[in-house]
């Protein structure tokens, strides 16, 4: 059983995309769709000491929704976003074994893709839990496209031979069950307990860095259901 997850890179997402990760054999980074402006490839959301949220934004040169993801490339401006981090989780348990990955991560975006720079700061948190997902890129397995949508995550799966599609439960509005049926394939999605899914509505994964052990944030990895 091939199980393959396909998602945009986002910008040190939420926990329920590295959930996501956890439980895929397969993980693709989908570099090449467009870049949208204002959306959450190059910004999320942190929590400060007094629970408040505060979003931080990485800026990219000459963004356009006219080219792809890989196409953008981050300008050399990463200080007020680490000084946001900064401030929020300074007196956090995890903050001075994370702070170090955050600053080189953010560090080296400065002239980087967007799409390499999102991939590291999904990949790097994981390295010392024992999760051993295979990733790859959209761009490499398929870098001619013609299909979009639906159509595109039904061939990349049929090129990487999955069995079983997972997604976050926003997809839900996105694919039909009977097409991955059709194509044997088995759709599944998401269903973190006692969390409110979404990517808007939850903070980065950092919150859980800086605030929990890696026990703690394995189990976490690993509290998921699917539907």
Not at 40 to 65: C, E, H, W
Not at 166 to 173: E, F, R, V, W
Not at 192 to 197: A, E, F, G, K, N
Request: with cysteine.
């Amino acid at each position: 059983m091939t199980t393959v997850a396909i998602m945009q890179p986002y910008l040190f997402p939420y926990i329920g995309y590295y959930q996501l990760v956890a439980a895929a054999d397969i993980f693709v980074f989908l570099d090449d769709v467009n870049f949208i402006k204002r959306g959450f490839v190059n910004r999320n959301q942190v929590i400060d000491s007094k629970g408040n949220v505060v979003r931080f934004t990485l800026p990219v040169r000459k963004a356009s929704q006219n080219r792809h993801i890989r196409e953008h490339s981050y300008a050399n401006d990463n200080g007020k976003a680490l000084r946001t981090i900064e401030h929020c989780y300074k007196d956090q348990p995890g903050f001075h074994t994370w702070h170090s990955l955050v600053r080189e991560i953010l560090g080296e975006s400065a002239e980087c893709s967007v799409s390499s720079t999102n991939e590291t700061s999904i990949k790097k948190p994981l390295i010392n839990l024992p999760i051993k997902t295979q990733f790859f890129r959209s761009s490499e397995l398929d870098p001619q496209p013609t299909l979009t949508g639906e159509n595109r995550i039904l061939h990349l799966c049929g090129e990487l031979g999955a069995d079983r599609y997972i997604n976050l439960p926003g997809g839900k509005s996105l694919y039909d069950p009977g097409r991955f049926a059709s194509q044997g394939v088995e759709l599944l999605f998401l269903c973190p307990p006692d969390t409110p899914p979404g990517i808007a509505t939850q903070p980065s994964f950092l919150h859980h860095l800086m605030t929990l052990d890696e026990m703690a944030i394995h189990r976490q990895l690993n509290a998921i259901e699917f539907q």
